[in-house]
């Protein structure tokens, strides 16, 4: 176990030292970005699991997640706890990729002690919030030169609803991050604007060795293209089409990282489109 824990911390100093290399020229690519505020006029229809879900039901059986949030009485508590409680289950390996994408397989494997990339964690932060009740979704970060970048071009991170703030908040599981202005929660968009405009008082939360200054250097060249699915529910096959929100002006990409497509991508200038509010659980299929 000590062992465990030593090599994680290595990892994430390394980690954490290539951020610092890559701040200065991930910093000077930061460029204000525009949306419309209105919804667009086209609808889009998001699809979410219930917790009483079968396959969330077992997950949270499983892995007794009432035990993470025990004592949490807020929604970005029980947030902050559920994103320590994923980071600290694997150690981060950007090449390992799960063979089975969905929460309880990658827990078992990382029990097991595999080791994952960026998107296990959103995939595995997704499954825990809404087996807890909580609405919760990947989003995938992208950057500006997403098309012709051969590597690197992505990160992936989960977005939580909380019904007491009535907004979105980013989770970072790779780097046990939520971050805040002041007491505020953010969402990616919100948390790019505050970086472009220096605003004071903002920080991460973490329970990790997770610095801010580090952080957001490091994921500050990914706050360009912001894109999730619109199926996210479990237990049942789903659609894989996609919205990507596109700062106005900028080219709607359709291939990733040089070579692969993008497809079944729908695309939106509307910060009201895709940050729309979640109904209430009654209301969810």
């Known amino acids: 176990m000590e062992f465990h824990f030593f090599t994680k911390s290595v990892a994430f100093t390394l980690l954490c030292l290539l951020s610092l290399q890559q701040a200065a020229t991930a910093q000077g690519r930061l460029k204000p970005l ?34 993470v949030v025990a004592g949490k009485e807020t929604d970005l508590a029980k947030v902050q706890a559920v994103c320590t409680w994923v980071h600290n289950r694997w150690v981060h390996d950007g090449r390992g990729q799960a063979k089975k994408a969905d929460p309880i397989s990658i827990l078992h494997d990382a029990d097991m ?15 825990t919030l809404t087996a807890l009740g909580i609405p919760a979704r990947p989003l995938y970060l992208k950057t500006a030169d997403v098309e012709t970048r051969r590597e690197g071009a992505g990160h992936a991170v989960a977005e939580a609803w909380l019904r007491d703030q009535q907004k979105w908040v980013m989770v970072d599981g790779q780097w046990d991050v939520v971050p805040m202005l002041n007491d505020t929660p953010l969402n990616a968009v919100e948390l790019q604007a505050a970086l472009v405009n220096k605003t004071p008082g903002l920080h991460v939360v973490t329970s990790s060795n997770t610095k801010a200054k580090a952080y957001f250097s490091w994921v500050s060249d990914y706050l360009y293209y912001f894109d999730t699915v619109l199926d996210t529910r479990f237990g049942v096959k789903t659609s894989p089409s996609g919205l990507m929100l596109v700062p106005k002006g900028a080219k709607n990409p359709t291939i990733f990282q040089h070579g692969k497509a993008i497809s079944r991508m729908r695309y939106t200038h509307s910060v009201g489109t895709f940050y729309q509010p979640v109904p209430s659980l009654t209301a969810l299929n």
């Open 113 to 127: 002690g595999q080791q994952f990339q960026c998107v296990e964690y959103s995939i595995v932060v997704v499954g």
């Open 34 to 67: 525009e949306f419309d505020k209105s919804a667009d006029p086209t609808t889009y229809s998001f699809q979410r699991s219930t917790p009483d879900e079968p396959y969330l039901v077992n997950l949270y059986t499983s892995y007794a997640l009432e035990d």
